[in-house]
Structure formats: structure tokens, C-alpha cells
């Protein structure tokens, strides 16, 4: 099965707080991609990082850092020192084959609410 | 450079009826895929486009039809227009395939009446 799978529906902090968002994937295919995309209140999904199957390196880019684990099929993404900006829904996503063509399997997302 | 424009943002459309919906792809990019986003739902994969050819099709009916321009800018035809295809349309575009990064437009929102 190719599945992408984000339990916390909706999670509410305090501005300045550390905040985890877990991604869990399921797919059959070796060689795969992990994708994060950021949805403002405005709608547009914004990028912010893809991650392949084999590159298993944590990465951090300013607040945001993001942890790989193969082993437990999980990419989760970290803020750091939250601030109210970046209120949004957050989607994790996984190309993968499904349908008979290679698409992006998309997670039903967490809306993460910061509180000034 | 210019991002990835949608058009209309908005749209009331009746049962039965048929409707376009356009996107402009970013400078650059070769491929355009389509997604529907129902409400407080994850993006649904509709299909992909790569140098004016259809390059991949999610698990949507027939009525949902596309096409890619020389521009690689796109249009997304849905006929027979159903209550359950009220939704977000999104349009993103790319370079090669699914594996790489997309750049969403700010999508159409379509409600059916």
C-alpha cells in the first residue's frame, strides 16, 4: 500500500514553543521521495522540503529542522521557537506508484495553530 | 519571476453543468498537475501533464479532462458537474516528473450547487 498517514489532526501552542509534526508513510517501492508542504489561511501550498529514500541525514534550515527514519518509516518535521507566522496546515506527502502512475500521495495534514 | 497564476479564484457553478478552470504555469517548468482539495482533506491527485501529453491520472472519472499548451500553461475541464466536486483545484507546476518539487497557484475554490 502507499499511504501517508498524519495523526495530529490540529495542535495549539504558545509563540516561542518547540513543536513536532509526525509523519508516518507505508509504500512498496525502494526508491521513494518525502515531501513537506506549508498551507497558509491563504491556500497556496509552499514547499519547503523533499527528501529521497536514501539520504537518511537530518537537515535543518533556520527554525525548521526535519528527521528521516527509515527504520520506523517516519519523517517528521520539528519547529523550533514557534512563532504566530507559521500558523498553517502542513502536509506531508510521498511520491510513490499508485493508480498505475507515479504520484503524490498526500497525508491528510495537521493544522497547527500558534498562539501569540 | 513569475509564480503559478490561477483563474477564477472563485466559482458558483449548477449541477450538470461544465466548467474550465486555467493555470499558468512558472517560467520554465514542464510539467502542470492538477489536484482537488475537498475541505479539511489532503490534496487528491487528479493528473499530470509533461510537454502537452496527459503523463499520469489519479483515480478520477473521465469527465475531468485536461490540457497542456505550447506555454505549458493548462486548462482543467470538468463536465457533468456533480455537489461532491465542489472543492479547492489546484494547480502546481514542476520540471520532469513527481519526483521533483512543485509550485502551487493559489487554486480555484468551485462550488456546485
Known amino acids: 500500500a502507499q499511504k501517508v498517514t498524519q495523526a495530529q489532526t490540529e495542535i495549539s501552542v504558545v509563540e516561542k514553543e518547540d513543536v513536532t509534526l509526525d509523519c508516518v508513510y507505508e509504500?512498496?517501492?525502494?526508491?521513494?521521495?518525502l515531501f513537506w508542504y506549508k498551507q497558509p489561511p491563504s491556500g497556496e501550498l509552499v514547499f519547503l522540503i523533499r527528501r529521497n529514500s536514501f539520504d537518511e541525514q537530518n537537515e535543518i534550515s533556520g527554525r525548521y529542522s526535519w528527521n528521516f527514519q527509515k527504520s520506523t518509516s517516519s519523517f517528521n518535521f520539528t519547529i523550533t521557537a514557534s512563532q504566530v507566522v507559521d500558523s498553517a496546515v502542513y502536509f506531508c506527502a510521498l511520491s510513490g506508484f499508485m493508480d498505475s502512475n507515479y504520484q503524490l500521495i498526500w497525508g491528510a495534514g495537521t493544522k497547527l495553530i500558534i498562539k501569540p | 519571476e513569475t509564480g503559478v497564476t490561477q483563474s477564477p479564484t472563485h466559482l458558483i457553478k449548477t449541477r450538470g453543468q461544465q466548467v474550465t478552470l486555467r493555470c499558468s504555469s512558472q517560467?520554465?517548468?514542464?510539467?502542470v498537475s492538477w489536484y482537488q482539495q475537498a475541505l479539511g482533506q489532503g490534496p487528491q491527485f487528479i493528473f499530470q501533464y509533461y510537454r502537452e501529453e496527459e503523463n499520469g491520472r489519479g483515480n478520477f472519472p473521465p469527465r475531468f479532462s485536461g490540457l497542456q499548451f505550447p506555454n505549458y500553461s493548462s486548462e482543467l475541464n470538468v463536465n457533468a458537474l456533480e455537489l461532491d466536486d465542489s472543492a479547492l483545484y489546484l494547480c502546481?507546476?514542476?520540471?520532469?516528473?513527481?519526483?521533483?518539487?512543485?509550485?502551487f497557484g493559489p487554486g480555484t475554490r468551485l462550488t456546485v450547487t
Open positions: 502546481a507546476s514542476g520540471w520532469s516528473r513527481i519526483h521533483y518539487e512543485q509550485y
Open positions: 509504500t512498496r517501492d525502494t526508491t521513494y521521495y
Open positions: 517560467s520554465g517548468h514542464n510539467t
